[in-house]
């Protein structure tokens, strides 16, 4: 039986806060960097379906053909093979086939909708159903900034971002490795990072996945903060794995799928498909793949603990024909999520999509072309969780800090957007209208005094002045205005309170782990 | 009767070409500045549809009450009035106030599409049902680029955009006013548009609605292009033109409009609201008006000559809360765009929406930020004819060379999305699975060879090499890049052959109109 809801709602969302009325948005509206929206999106408008029943089954029963004549790869991780022997699956070797249904009963045990919890309780989301969730980019090597250029992430850049990020009212997940501090030993470093996330943040984190023992690291530092019952019971953490795409989970990959679901703790199931590499060209084809890959992963956690809460990830990509590199932001998997979102919901499952994906190397014309066609594209399509959702350029290779408060300053327009064209007395204006009449100006009219606080999305970022108090101010492009806004978020934050003892216990975990290993740099 | 085709479709659309397979669509992709894509896009994917019948139908309802108790004043011109009256209109001076369902019932004579007539027959555009047209930006008195910055328009800035937009195989149309030849005199300006529209672009065009005699002359030069009978029974020309919102039409725009339904050409009736300004501050009530408005102005050309296609146009945009400008590109009209194509399509007209919208000053972040959500938008919801898909900064002051083409670009990248996800066999690419098998390579697959050169969207203006080979070039931001592109494509630009005998009857037309007049400048 598909469990629609694992517990309850954590908080009242977002949109909810703010139909509360102008009190209530203003507020929203008034408070500083270091302030909150609401803790994750209710959507208001349905979800972009472009695809027919008839033609979302034939891409279904291509999934099927392909798990069950083709079949997964699992490597290097026996525990799994034997779940799937025990499961029904035909084993041969490492290849996993699978009969057609087969998944889909496995999958559903795993809950539609769940709420992860965030140390401040007002911050928990619910991921899941109609809810829109946005975190940060993750992964990139490099950071980058005007002043400095590009140059490996450290974990002050890390933590810089962990407080970029707590300090957007437009976030609402704190994220995993928003950039890989190299200035730590490898195998040290989700210690770092996941300390990072709960001492410079209050909202929901991701925890390590490089190594089952490192995802068990991040586990237990949640279980300090949370107590070991209530994590028992309860998500409190996610962890990102990929596949080894085309067809292939890697061991490293399925032992941290594993720890996660064994905990309780949600994975959150990622092929990553660039088209003509780790897939085929063609969208629909990519698009079956990665089916396949997904629903193999989310069950593999169903067999681990029935019931334990799972995303349905998805990342498409496509390539340049002139250069052999990879594209991001492109038109292709733009509309490809629309149809990974249809059969993400025929599942049943939560939908995690990729947010403001580009190439470009600045944070300039091409960077947010790419990246709001990404963008919009996850959010129409009805992710639940968007995973680099600020901050992204240079196909994940680096964080840049303008790029990552231009986003966020997107996604708070993403807000608005997702709350649709309301309609009510109020909305629709006739007495406004039998107010002013035809010809004369609304600016002084009683229906816009009373409305104009809550009316327009307004950017921090965009420059709507005219063209000569522009030019008086300097001319500036939107990435010299970001570059000053990232520097006056990070010089207001504030750091969110953390019990004393919570704090030591958790130094307490990393001093005694880090003083059993020897650093290791690979 | 609602005349769903008012004559046969002119060519095969560019979608049904590119599917003529891959040497069809490679013959798009490689030609170069000077040549064409399709003459327009069928769209195969669905509107984006987001509220409900019920809600809908308040709106209409809010609109019927704005025009049967408030009204709509028709100044300066009796003609009009007498239209209204002799259709049963209640008329108290100028204010006109009709019957809820009244204009519905004159709109029915209007076609649900019809072709617009180039000189070329291969770039003749179906407006309406499933099709997309791409027109530029229009009436800036401005222009700027990287070299030169802003300046007032000129006759030759206006020449080389009609050439650039000709030279782009992702625009079907050639526009009106792309920008103000400031150098000309004001009221001999329309001739020397339509000249330059009809000597350098062999597309369809728009003539000038800056005043009624103005408007006759640019007819007049369509019929020196097309032949009077062929001109009384097809449309080749259209006019855009604006209401004075709120609830009031001018007579320039009302006499325009006029001769151009008299002429048996289109209308395109445009609303131009500003809300807090020239409508309410709330997106539904704006929505009401706007369709209130545009009702009237449609209904009135059916008055003039039933069965004269026009199109519904909108023009919704937002104001910042900070500093009281205009603000372009934002969530509100992004969203309510959506609204607008429902019920567009509830009266079975074409519909026209604005595309690339900003206020930023430079080709910058900010710019393509706002300029994709929506221009997305307008495709999203529906839009036949997209206004202003290219070139647009500083809302609407400037006309940017830069802008252009990577607004032209990101045209290009829509033509592929608005193509969908293809569902067949190839598609599908299980062939492709068995071929490759998991954790192989589909590079050089069989399938991966048939398929690779019609794949992928490559755009001309991004850079998606690495960053080290991006750095050896220069380090460019996308501005840069597009600097060199308009200037390439300019180079490049050639001349569609024009009949000698109607370029002199058109120079002869200009000539005599020329002599009659004195120079004006306002």
Redesign the interface.
């Known amino acids: 039986m598909n469990t629609d809801t694992i517990d309850m709602p954590a908080t009242e969302p977002a949109r909810r806060r703010e139909r509360g009325g102008r009190n209530a948005r203003r507020e929203l509206r008034s408070h500083g960097p270091e302030g909150h929206g609401g803790p994750y999106i209710v959507r208001n408008?349905?979800t972009?379906?472009?695809?027919s029943e008839e033609?979302l089954v034939?891409?279904e029963e291509?999934a099927d053909?392909?798990l069950a004549?083709?079949?997964?790869?699992f490597r290097d991780d026996p525990a799994a093979l034997d779940l799937w022997r025990r499961a029904g699956a035909r084993i041969d070797g490492v290849?996993v086939r699978f009969e057609p249904g087969m998944l889909r009963e496995i999958l559903k045990s795993a809950p539609a909708e769940f709420t992860q919890h965030a140390r401040n309780p007002a911050n928990s989301v619910r991921i899941g159903g109609n809810n829109v969730v946005f975190s940060p980019a993750y992964g990139s090597p490099f950071v980058m900034d005007l002043d400095k250029g590009?140059r490996y992430g450290t974990i002050e850049d890390f933590r810089n971002f962990v407080k970029l990020a707590q300090a957007s009212p437009w976030l609402h997940h704190s994220g995993g490795t928003i950039c890989e501090p190299v200035d730590v030993p490898v195998n040290k470093r989700h210690l770092d990072m996941v300390y990072s996330h709960i001492k410079y943040s209050d909202r929901a984190f991701m925890g390590s996945v490089t190594a089952e023992e490192r995802a068990e690291d991040s586990i237990d530092m949640a279980r300090i903060v949370f107590g070991r019952d209530f994590v028992e019971q309860n998500c409190v953490i996610l962890g990102n794995v990929n596949v080894?795409s085309?067809?292939?989970w890697d061991a490293t990959m399925t032992t941290s799928l594993r720890a996660y679901a064994r905990a309780n703790q949600a994975a959150v199931v990622v092929p990553f498909i660039l088209?003509?590499?780790?897939?085929?060209?063609?969208?629909?084809?990519a698009?079956?793949?990665s089916l396949a890959e997904t629903m193999a992963g989310c069950a593999l956690t169903q067999l681990e603990r029935p019931g334990a809460p799972v995303i349905f990830g998805n990342f498409l990509s496509?390539?340049?024909?002139?250069?052999g590199?990879?594209?991001f932001g492109?038109?292709?998997p733009?509309?490809?999520s629309?149809?990974v979102g249809q059969l993400a919901r025929r599942l049943k499952l939560p939908l995690r999509c990729s947010g403001n994906f580009t190439?470009?190397?600045?944070?300039?014309?091409?960077?947010?072309?790419?990246?709001?066609?990404s963008m919009?594209a996850a959010v129409?399509c009805g992710a639940n969780f968007i995973l680099h959702a600020a901050g992204f350029l240079?196909?994940l290779?680096?964080m840049s800090y303008e790029k990552f408060v231009?986003d966020t300053d997107?996604c708070g327009?993403?807000h608005?957007?997702l709350?649709?064209?309301?309609?009510?007395d109020?909305?629709?204006?006739?007495e406004?209208?039998?107010e002013?009449?035809?010809?004369?100006?609304?600016?002084g009219?009683q229906?816009?005094l009373a409305?104009?606080?809550t009316?327009?999305?307004?950017?921090e970022?965009?420059?709507?002045?005219?063209?000569e108090k522009?030019?008086a101010a300097g001319?500036h492009?939107?990435?010299v205005r970001?570059n000053r806004r990232w520097k006056k978020v990070l010089a207001d934050y504030v750091e969110p309170p953390l019990d004393p003892g919570i704090d030591d216990g958790l130094k307490d975990f990393i001093g005694r782990k880090k003083a059993g290993m020897q650093d290791s740099w690979y």
């Open positions: 408008i349905p972009y379906d472009i695809l033609n034939r891409i291509t053909r392909i004549e083709i079949g997964i790869e290849l590009r080894n085309p067809l292939v088209g003509g590499a780790m897939g085929p060209v063609t969208n629909a084809g698009i079956a793949q496509s390539m340049s024909l002139r250069s590199s990879p594209t492109t038109p292709e733009a509309i490809g629309m149809v190439t470009s190397k600045l944070p300039d014309a091409q960077a947010m072309n790419e990246g709001t066609m919009l129409q240079d196909g290779l680096s231009m997107f327009a993403l608005t957007y709350d649709g064209v309301k309609i009510d109020n909305q629709l204006a006739l406004a209208f039998r002013v009449g035809p010809g004369n100006h609304f600016f009219s229906h816009t409305n104009y606080e009316a327009f999305w307004d950017s970022i965009a420059d709507n002045e005219n063209y522009w030019e001319s492009d939107a990435a970001a």
